[in-house]
């Protein structure tokens, strides 16, 4: 995997953009594209198209690194009694002089997780994108259902692309071993934080279904006549499912294990990650999968109270 495109006679004062950042430049590019084209198609304010774009991408930044504080919570706060240490050090108690504290050792600073590059936790920053959104549509009185319609297939395609960001990176967030052998689903990954053992492709299993969901939406969906709100909660229900099924496979902790997890349940570094990957298992809903519950619940209580699977009647 590639973490950085190096730029030449750059290379000494900058490793270069990230590949990450790079996609989701590309992600970004294709709502700004595709988003004005179908709310003109729609008969609605194209131009609203590129400040919609703008607070989706804010919004997912700050929710997701909001929601990933939330994630590694316990990592971060390790020390019993001494809850505001990590508020007034960069690094947490990773600053902390006591050889005796070997949590310390391995544990996470608020700020510098905070303010890093990595770690983001999708689910975050679409609850806050979708909530920018929501209050600029609000100001302008524009009507809220077909707005939200016409950004499903945009939705999508972002999601795709940003999720190929991951993989080609080489951020880390694939899924555990298994002895299963399924060519481009099943990898060894060689990256920023590699594998060391064959684990779960989840970054492009995510995405392929993401594209899928997308020539739905393109191709199909947004011809059909639903009616209003229909085709949003079609995404969040789909979305939800895809999400729920896929972290299955995933490494995150369960908020409230339903088995004994595993001996090791937080990420080690490099070295230690074939023996982590191997004993690690599915123990518990992750909170993204309780997300992708409320989220495909909250998309049946919608479908079925407004009747969305029925057209709107033409004259």
């Not at 900058?14 to 590949?19: I, K, Q």
């Not at 319609?149 to 990176?169: E, N, Q």
């Not at 899928?212 to 939800?240: D, E, T």
């Amino acid at each position: 995997m590639i973490d950085r495109i190096p730029i030449p006679f750059l290379e000494s004062i900058w490793g270069g953009p990230s590949t990450f950042s790079i996609l989701m430049l590309i992600a970004f590019l294709t709502g700004s594209k595709l988003l004005p084209l179908e709310y003109k198609r729609k008969g609605l304010v194209p131009e609203a198209a590129d400040t919609i774009v703008f607070l989706g991408v804010l919004g997912t930044l700050v929710g997701a690194k909001i929601f990933y504080i939330f994630e590694i919570w316990d990592q971060i706060f390790v020390v019993p009694g001494m809850f505001a240490y990590p508020w007034t050090h960069w690094n947490g108690f990773q600053e902390l002089a006591d050889p005796a504290c070997e949590a310390c050792k391995t544990s996470m600073g608020l700020w510098s997780s905070l303010f890093n590059g990595g770690g983001l936790v999708f689910y975050g920053g679409f609850l806050f994108g979708t909530l920018f959104i929501y209050f600029y549509l609000k100001w302008n009185e524009y009507d809220l259902g077909k707005y939200y319609d016409g950004m499903a297939p945009t939705m999508a395609i972002g999601y795709a692309i940003g999720r190929l960001g991951c993989f080609v990176s080489g951020d880390g967030c694939y899924g555990f071993h298994t002895d299963a052998n399924i060519p481009l689903l099943v990898f060894q990954f060689q990256g920023a934080h590699p594998s060391g053992v064959p684990v779960w492709n989840t970054p492009v299993i995510e995405s392929i279904i993401s594209f899928g969901y997308f020539f739905y939406f393109h191709y199909y969906a947004r011809f059909q006549n639903f009616k209003k709100w229909s085709i949003f909660f079609q995404y969040i229900a789909l979305h939800g499912f895809a999400r729920l099924c896929i972290e299955f496979l995933r490494v995150n902790k369960a908020v409230i294990p339903f088995i004994d997890p595993p001996q090791m349940v937080n990420i080690p570094d490099a070295s230690g990650n074939p023996t982590f990957l191997t004993g690690y298992y599915w123990h518990g809903f992750s909170q993204s999968q309780y997300i992708s519950i409320a989220f495909i619940l909250v998309s049946a209580i919608f479908f079925f109270k407004m009747k969305l699977w029925e057209k709107e009647k033409t004259a």
